[in-house]
């Protein structure tokens, strides 16, 4: 057993265990039913209290490792897979016996970042709890977990810290995360450039100063090459987001979107081609929701 202390004051974190656990444990398999076996008409009671058996399925940009969330004991974790390894290997098995796995994904070839969840008082006078998220990354044997942005003095500050805006696919050492941080006369919401292996961050784009009641910057947009594309700032009074797009440094706002009742911007990516914002446009008369398109020349909306 290894407990890993990964800082803070408001997680008090986190004992990790690493465990070998024979391959048919963690298999996934499909057994079709034999016709002398009478399927039970109705599930058990207990079946729509379980975990599901497995999510968050990832292939490593190599192609050498999949990871995945699967239930074990009634708690969630983290199984690494060798592509291709010979029958009775074992899979790598990653616990958090005191807190809650909710994400995984892989950052490099041998790097994969593991978020979890605490709900916490953020001090002992406190009546309220609040929604903690945290992220580390551990290596391809789900060993050597390293809190990212650990090194930042805003991290124990905000309930959030598991955002990614950059995977930046040519660096194989840093990924991009944005965090709030406090400067002398502002507050901000800035890049860092995170080192996925020793978890410390360095700043590599400072965001304009928010401004309660006025335009504050909620999220960026990037091109998974380590480059700003836009940005997202929004408006408390009325709610409205808007886009600005980041032409040579110049913010050039191209579109306005309501964001009352949960619409907005809600833009997740881009095209490859990088002529496209992509995002989840929820139509006004039907209240349905599709994924359309977002020019950047034309500022339309496309299907």
């Not at 998220?133 to 309930?159: E, H």
């Not at 996925?196 to 009641?213: P, S, Y």
């Not at 947009?221 to 836009?230: N, P, T």
Request: one cysteine or more.
């Amino acid at each position: 057993m290894q407990r890993i202390d990964l800082g803070g004051n408001t997680m008090h974190f986190c004992r990790l265990v690493t465990r070998a656990l024979c391959s048919a444990a963690f298999s996934v398999s499909l057994i079709a039913a034999s016709p002398a076996q009478t399927p039970p008409s109705h599930p058990p009671v207990e079946a729509f209290g379980a975990l599901p058996a497995i999510s968050d399925v990832s292939l490593s940009p190599d192609g050498k490792h999949i990871a995945a969330l699967q239930t074990y004991h009634g708690r969630t974790a983290v199984v690494i897979y060798e592509v291709g390894a010979p029958p009775g290997t074992v899979p790598a098995i990653l616990i958090d016996e005191m807190h809650y796995i909710v994400g995984a994904r892989w950052a490099k070839n041998d790097r994969l970042l593991v978020t979890i969840y605490e709900a916490t008082r953020p001090n002992l006078s406190s009546t309220r709890t609040y929604p903690f998220l945290r992220m580390f990354s551990v290596d391809t044997k789900a060993q050597n977990p390293v809190m990212l942005l650990q090194n930042s003095q805003w991290t124990d500050y905000q309930n959030n810290t598991a955002r990614i805006a950059d995977l930046t696919l040519d660096d194989p050492e840093n990924i991009i995360m944005p965090q709030f941080a406090a400067h002398l006369t502002y507050t901000s919401l800035d890049l860092y450039k995170v080192s996925v292996r020793t978890g410390r961050g360095e700043l590599a784009l400072q965001g304009k100063a928010m401004q309660n009641g006025m335009e504050n910057t909620i999220y960026y947009i990037m091109d998974g090459h380590g480059h700003v594309v836009g940005r997202v700032d929004q408006i408390q009074e009325p709610l409205v987001d808007h886009l600005r797009i980041n032409k040579d440094e110049y913010w050039q706002e191209v579109a306005q979107f309501d964001a009352e009742t949960d619409h907005g911007a809600d833009l997740v990516g881009m095209s490859v081609d990088g002529a496209q914002l992509v995002r989840f446009d929820t139509s006004d008369e039907s209240g349905t929701t599709s994924v359309a398109g977002f020019e950047i020349a034309t500022g339309r909306t496309v299907s």
